[in-house]
């Protein structure tokens, strides 16, 4: 099992910026796949980025490309989110993800607790 704390989000104005963190523990963390996913109140959780295990890939829901770069330091066991142009429907919780990666892509058996973006017009 891995365990993994978010952090970073906050309150910020449409076209402001917001770096999140995922700190990870518990596993060798160059096994894991990471991926952010959002969950807006009242909506069905959504896929944001991905990143490999080595950072040699990396996918971006269409809404964000473009404005949010995923990234991961190994030596730290973080993963991050920098998040720019933020839009009020960026308004979330958003939560890191780990998937081990010799498992089917898709699969992420460990998630953190989220952290909660909140963008005003």
């Known amino acids: 099992q891995v365990q993994l704390v978010e952090s970073g989000g906050g309150l910020v104005q449409a076209g402001g910026s917001l770096r999140l963190s995922c700190a990870a523990s518990?596993?060798?963390?160059?096994?894991?796949?990471m991926a952010w996913f959002r969950q807006a109140r009242g909506k069905e959780r959504e896929f944001v980025a991905f990143?490999?295990?080595?950072?040699?890939?990396?996918d971006y829901a269409d809404s964000v490309k473009g404005r949010f770069t995923i990234s991961r330091d190994n030596a730290r066991s973080t993963v991050y989110l920098q998040m720019n142009s933020l839009k009020p429907e960026d308004t979330a919780t958003y939560y890191c993800?780990?998937?081990?990666?010799?498992?089917?892509?898709?699969?992420?058996?460990?998630w953190g607790q989220g952290t909660q973006v909140t963008v005003s017009s």
């Open positions: 990143i490999s295990w080595n950072s040699g890939s990396t």
């Open positions: 518990g596993r060798t963390f160059i096994n894991y796949n």
């Open positions: 993800a780990a998937g081990y990666r010799y498992y089917r892509p898709g699969r992420y058996d460990d």
